[in-house]
């Protein structure tokens, strides 16, 4: 068993290895592979824990930006949670590998669990999965297929092939496993082959990274400095369009939190906002929070119109738990003081919406998705699906200071620009920014804690995705399999266990079989 702990603990370090920064796609693969062999044969107990073991592996170092300046207990109480998936993903491949690696299984199963963890509780919190590793992968193309959904299984099946691959080496009775190789090989051929949306009318944005005076959770106590930030940039952009060095854009985009002093009710805020964006002349998407409904707030993006003012807002449908308000206060209060750092809780928006700018070149229909959101598969898709013709994902890096999260929050934006087929506007306070087309590929990136104007053209597109049209389908479907596989599992356990009852008797002891044994001897 000491094999097998290990080996699942590496397992999860390549996972965690295959995310930015690190950003090594393929560990992603030896990872799936490395838990899969670590779970064949042993009990759903034994699964449990090795499981458990992979996900703090993977977790704990991936969410370390989590504890960057509020410390090791909201760290580790996150990391710790989300590993307790991964244990119940190893309990339930230990249940339908009996004897055998089973990728196509492994696949199934590992999807229902990232809906679930993606799902519950609170809403879930999606991060760090399969998918979020291979931006840079040719599987990645797959997006527009089956959405993050249908990477996690690819990446999965992989994994799964790999894992059959080493078991057969491994038991040296079986040549070099061609099957197995041709199949991943061909399997990444395809999703490199495959074609990305691309062309479209185009439109001049510039995104605002004003920057902060000071990382850290004490950002906001300076925010009129985070306000003047953006408002000098973009006067400066106005400035240098006047005097030809840049073109004209026909949208300005500025990140969360660019203004945490409320424009509906501070006027000296409202003045500073409409001021710059009648200076650039053109519609204005801006990062605040509004203090309603008392006495909560919201975390909002007021659309500007020179000469009109606000025109459309959209709230944040999933403010984030524990970060954003905190459920069941009094009750965390025992494990950390932390809890109160969150002030005022933040209320959820209603509803998704779309932006209908009216830009020089003509309307532009804006998809605002706000910061963690662009880790839920809906509340990307939903826009799309009402017409929005451009994604703008407007963040704040701030309170995470130089730590992998800004890339990898970029990275999810990558994927959704080729699941959706939109250009993507990815704007943070402090960076990592980027203008992203619809093929993935970013233009204008910046670097964390500078300030800078992101400037450049991007493609707008109508026509829907097949992930688009097919929603939730395939992951509910794939799920129910998964379910099936496990009841399958457990009648499998069952009856073994009834054959087992039966075969003993007093005078013929009970041994395990060759081919029990050379598994548990193997791994």
């Not at 959770?217 to 006047?242: E, G, I, K, M, W």
């Not at 704007?427 to 450049?456: C, N, Q, W």
């Not at 356990?493 to 003993?504: F, L, N, P, S, T």
């Amino acid at each position: 068993m000491l094999r097998r702990s290990v080996l699942a603990v590496a397992s999860g370090l390549c996972l965690f290895l295959a995310l930015p920064t690190a950003d090594i796609w393929p560990l992603a693969f030896v990872g799936v592979a490395g838990m899969s062999l670590a779970t064949v044969g042993v009990s759903v107990r034994a699964g449990l824990g090795l499981g458990l073991l992979t996900g703090l592996g993977t977790f704990i170092p991936a969410l370390s930006w989590s504890g960057v300046y509020v410390g090791i207990v909201p760290w580790f109480a996150l990391g710790i949670t989300e590993a307790v998936y991964i244990a119940l993903l190893g309990a339930a491949c230990a249940l339908v590998q009996r004897r055998r690696v089973r990728p196509w299984a492994i696949a199934c199963l590992w999807v229902a669990q990232e809906l679930i963890r993606g799902s519950v509780p609170f809403g879930g919190f999606p991060w760090a999965r399969l998918a979020f590793s291979q931006a840079d992968s040719p599987l990645v193309h797959l997006a527009s297929v089956a959405g993050a959904p249908g990477i996690t299984f690819a990446v999965a099946l992989v994994g799964g092939w790999l894992a059959v691959a080493a078991a057969r080496v491994r038991s040296r009775r079986v040549r070099l496993p061609l099957r197995q190789v041709v199949a991943v090989a061909a399997a990444l051929l395809i999703a490199w082959a495959w074609p990305v949306a691309s062309g479209g009318r185009a439109v001049t944005v510039a995104g605002i990274q004003g920057n902060v005076p000071q990382s850290g959770l004490d950002f906001n106590a300076q925010r009129r400095a985070v306000l003047d930030n953006h408002v000098r940039l973009t006067r400066s952009v106005a400035s240098d369009v006047r005097a030809g060095r840049l073109p004209r854009p026909d949208l300005v985009i500025w990140p969360e939190n660019s203004s945490d002093i409320d424009p509906l009710r501070n006027p000296d805020a409202a003045t500073e906002i409409t001021a710059a964006v009648a200076d650039v002349g053109v519609p204005t998407m801006v990062g605040a929070v509004l203090q309603e409904p008392s006495p909560r707030v919201s975390n909002a993006t007021l659309l500007y119109v020179p000469g009109r003012g606000i025109a459309d807002r959209y709230v944040k449908q999933h403010p984030v738990p524990f970060a954003e308000y905190i459920p069941y206060r009094s009750f965390f209060r025992t494990f950390s003081d932390k809890v109160d750092l969150v002030t005022k809780d933040f209320a959820a928006g209603s509803k998704p919406s779309v932006f209908a700018a009216p830009t020089p070149s003509g309307t532009v229909k804006v998809g605002p998705v706000i910061c963690f959101e662009v880790a839920y598969d809906d509340l990307t898709r939903e826009p799309v699906r009402r017409g929005a013709q451009l994604l703008a994902v407007q963040t704040n890096n701030a309170t995470f200071g130089r730590t992998a999260e800004s890339e990898q929050q970029l990275a999810i934006s990558r994927l959704r620009a080729i699941e959706h087929g939109r250009s993507v506007v990815h704007i943070s306070t402090v960076g990592v920014s980027a203008l992203i087309t619809p093929d993935g590929r970013t233009h204008e990136g910046s670097s964390l804690f500078t300030r800078k104007a992101l400037v450049g053209q991007l493609p707008l597109r109508t026509a829907t995705t097949w992930a688009d049209r097919a929603g939730r389908v395939p992951e509910a479907v794939v799920s129910v399999i998964a379910g099936l596989l496990l009841l399958q599992g457990i009648r499998a356990r069952r009856g073994d266990k009834v054959r087992d009852r039966a075969e003993i008797t007093p005078d013929r002891p009970v041994t395990p079989s060759a081919h029990e044994k050379d598994v548990h001897d193997r791994l």
